[in-house]
C-alpha cells in the first residue's frame, strides 16, 4: 500500500494528505488512468490514391 501510495503522489503530483486522507481511493485509482500518457511511434501521413498508386508502381 505503500508503494501505491508513493506512486500516487509521484505521477499525479499530490501531497501525501491529499492522497490519504481527502482523495478516495476509486477516484484516484481513476485519475492515475485518465491521466496522459506520452505516444510513441511514427506520425501517419496521408496521401492521395494517386500518389499511392505511383509508389506501388516504383517497387
Known sequence: MLGQIASFMEELHLSYREVFEVIPYRNL???QKD???E???ELVKKISGK???TKRRKK
Open 39 to 41: 505516444a510513441h511511434g
Open 29 to 31: 485509482i481513476i485519475m
Open 51 to 53: 500518389e499511392l498508386a
Open 35 to 37: 491521466k496522459l500518457h
